[in-house]
């Protein structure tokens, strides 16, 4: 979706973690920009694994690390003060975000701004994530990508947490989670030696 909407357009790509999700937002950001449209782009403050001032995707087999500049924030209201003159409007990592950004993108919408946001749909339990839910309903666009199980190659659609934590949100943990499908998915972590060793520094 490439065309200014009168009246906005919202649009959420949601997936598991390294299903590209972060990649198709900076391909999307990248394609308004080459269209000489006034783009910007944010990420929550708390979020510093790869960089603090970007978007970064995870180099996968088939393309190379890609990064975009963003905002870091620590509140939704912020971006809502801060992209006054964009024309898009990207967000990354949502599931991160207050309970305020549902209508924070509604009203850049309003503006009508297109707003693309990018975040995990499920956390590590299998649970729907944060306010990921509200913002897939609200949306006008809503696409899911997938990532390949690390067990099996087929199509994954979870996060399987492989290092010892119980918490829902484990920021700067990238090393403690697989991608895994459904059939080789757990509720409960499934522990690695390797993982362990990565959270412990």
């Known amino acids: 979706m490439s065309q200014r909407n009168p009246g906005g357009w919202v649009e959420v790509v949601v997936g598991c973690m390294f299903s590209g999700k972060t990649s198709e937002l900076i391909r999307r950001l990248t394609r ?3 269209a000489r449209q006034k783009v910007m782009a944010f990420k929550p403050k708390v979020d510093t694994r790869h960089s603090s001032d970007a978007l970064v995707s995870h180099p996968g087999v088939f393309e190379d690390r890609r990064e975009f500049r ?3 924030v620590s ?3 912020a971006i809502l003060e801060m992209s006054r003159e964009a024309e898009v409007v990207g967000i990354d990592e949502v599931q991160f975000f207050d309970e305020e950004l549902p209508d924070v993108v509604e009203r ?3 503006r009508e701004k297109r707003v693309i946001c990018a975040g995990l749909d499920l956390d590590f339990r299998g649970q729907p994530f944060g306010i990921v839910p509200e913002l897939m309903a609200r949306a006008d ?3 899911k990508t997938y990532a390949v199980c690390m067990v099996c190659g ?3 659609t979870r996060s399987q ?3 010892d934590s119980d918490q829902t949100v484990l920021i700067g943990a990238g090393a403690a989670y697989q991608a895994r499908c459904r059939a080789h998915w757990s509720d409960e972590p499934v522990l690695t030696r390797q993982a362990n060793r990565d959270l412990e520094g």
Do not use: E, H, M, N
Request: a positive charge; charged letters at 20%.
């Open 32 to 34: 308004a920009t080459i």
């Open 70 to 72: 963003a905002i870091p």
């Open 75 to 77: 509140s939704s209201k």
């Open 108 to 110: 850049l919408a309003r």
């Open 141 to 143: 666009q809503v696409d």
């Open 154 to 156: 087929a199509s994954a």
């Open 161 to 163: 947490r492989i290092a």
